[in-house]
T-cell receptor
Framework: AQKVTQAQTEISVVEKEDVTLDCVYETRDTTYYLFWYKQPPSGELVFLIR??????QNEISGRYSWNFQKSTSSFNFTITASQVVDSAVYFC?????????FGEGTQLTVNP | GAVVSQHPSRVICKSGTSVKIECRSLDFQATTMFWYRQFPKQSLMLMAT?????????EQGVEKDKFLINHASLTLSTLTVTSAHPEDSSFYICSAGQGLTNYGYTFGSGTRLTVV
């Protein structure tokens, strides 16, 4: 069965530090998608990135970057120069077809 | 960009009553709607997938008679929690997609249901 593991339950950093959120997935499918979402305290889910299994290129978007490595089944997310507004729960998710399987989430707290 | 409107954002209801949650795609046609439930400090769990004009597909362990899903149009899906009990108290969030490839981008803002 497909599974997404976010081993870090909580991470606390000081503003301006870089932080990496880990995501490891298990699947036998060859075609799938990986996602990252941000869920601030207000609860809404904010889409950050979607990556298909055939595209292993790393992605950078402003202070955010993602490292997809099929060899280790990982899709890690790095925030550079973290800010207090980055404080939220971050979810990694996997999908093949339209069914999303979410990881347990990582609570990131950025302290001033 | 694509916007999904969900309401109410919060609802408190008495045990035994029914509550309806609406999910609307405002600027695109959502052929598929997804309903998730999230208990405090937990992950999101898919409850059901609905395609416009057909019956919803429920995940294992989700009671279809308790969680009624209607997707009568390409812009509206509703989730009705029938005969609500305190254990149904949770955060419900919908997502809209277009077919099997265009999904995962857009979520509603969620509904926090409290059953007293």
């Amino acid at each position: 069965a497909q599974k997404v593991t976010q081993a870090q339950t909580e991470i606390s950093v000081v503003e301006k530090e870089d932080v990496t959120l880990d995501c490891v997935y298990e699947t036998r499918d060859t075609t799938y998608y990986l996602f990252w979402y941000k869920q601030p305290p207000s609860g809404e889910l904010v889409f950050l990135i979607r990556r298909n299994s055939f595209d292993e290129q790393n992605e950078i978007s402003g202070r955010y970057s993602w490292n997809f490595q099929k060899s280790t089944s990982s899709f890690n997310f790095t925030i550079t120069a973290s800010q207090v507004v980055d404080s939220a729960v971050y979810f990694c998710a996997w999908a093949s077809g339209s069914r999303l399987t979410f990881g347990e989430g990582t609570q990131l707290t950025v302290n001033p | 960009g694509a916007v999904v409107s969900q309401h109410p954002s919060r609802v408190i209801c008495k045990s035994g009553t029914s509550v309806k949650i609406e999910c609307r795609s405002l600027d695109f046609q959502a052929t598929t709607m997804f309903w998730y439930r999230q208990f405090p400090k937990q992950s999101l769990m898919l409850m059901a997938t609905s395609n416009e004009g057909s019956k919803a597909t429920y995940e294992q362990g989700v009671e279809k008679d308790k969680f009624l899903i209607n997707h009568a149009s390409l812009t509206l899906s509703t989730l009705t929690v029938t005969s609500a009990h305190p254990e149904d108290s949770s955060f419900y969030i919908c997502s809209a997609g277009q077919g099997l490839t265009n999904y995962g981008y857009t979520f509603g803002s969620g509904t926090r249901l409290t059953v007293v």
